[in-house]
């Protein structure tokens, strides 16, 4: 499952910063929804982050 971090944690010792895109296995996703710290990351959050890349790749 893939989910954003909204809360720096750290999962299976590895360090996960606010902002980041992680494909976890589905309990450990879960866990991390339900404590707060992810949130599902969905079609609607790539579309976003897509555009974001594509305007940072223009110049002004």
Do not use: F, N, W
């Amino acid at each position: 499952m893939k989910i954003k971090i909204e809360k720096s944690c750290k999962s299976g010792g590895v360090g996960l910063k606010v902002g980041q895109v992680h494909d976890l296995s589905d309990r450990i996703a879960q866990k991390l929804i339900e404590r707060g710290y992810a949130k599902a990351y969905t079609a609607k959050d790539a579309l976003a982050a897509e555009k974001e890349s594509k305007d940072a790749d223009q110049p002004e």
